[in-house]
Nanobody
């Protein structure tokens, strides 16, 4: 089992910045993918950004150029730096991770408890 602990959400004005952090706890831990999803009221959960252990990243189009995902593999931690925040970024942000598979790839699907990000106009 993998426990994900998030921090860094809050209330910010439009144009402001926040940094989210998520640290994974487990024994013999190897995480292939770590990322962030978000869910706004009445909407489906959506991928915001993800990063692999090899350094590849991907972002949803609406956050490209504003958000940056990074990982510290030694600390089993993933960060999401969010700049130029907009009211439409308001949501609960969830950390997500997948373990390294025994023969490559990713296995498992682990979630944090979520952290609220609210952007006021």
């Amino acid at each position: 089992q993998v426990r994900l602990v998030e921090s860094g959400g809050g209330l910010v004005q439009a144009g402001g910045s926040l940094r989210l952090s998520c640290t994974a706890f487990a024994s013999m831990l190897c995480l292939e993918t770590m990322g962030w999803y978000r869910q706004a009221p009445g909407k489906q959960r959506e991928l915001v950004a993800a990063a692999t252990s090899g350094g590849s990243t991907n972002y949803r189009d609406s956050v490209k150029g504003r958000f940056t995902i990074s990982r510290d593999n030694a600390l089993n931690t993933v960060y999401l730096l969010m700049n130029n925040l907009k009211p439409e970024d308001t949501a609960v942000y969830y950390c997500n991770a997948h373990r390294c598979g025994p023969y490559g790839g990713a296995v498992g699907d682990y979630w944090g408890q979520g952290t609220q990000v609210t952007v006021s106009s």
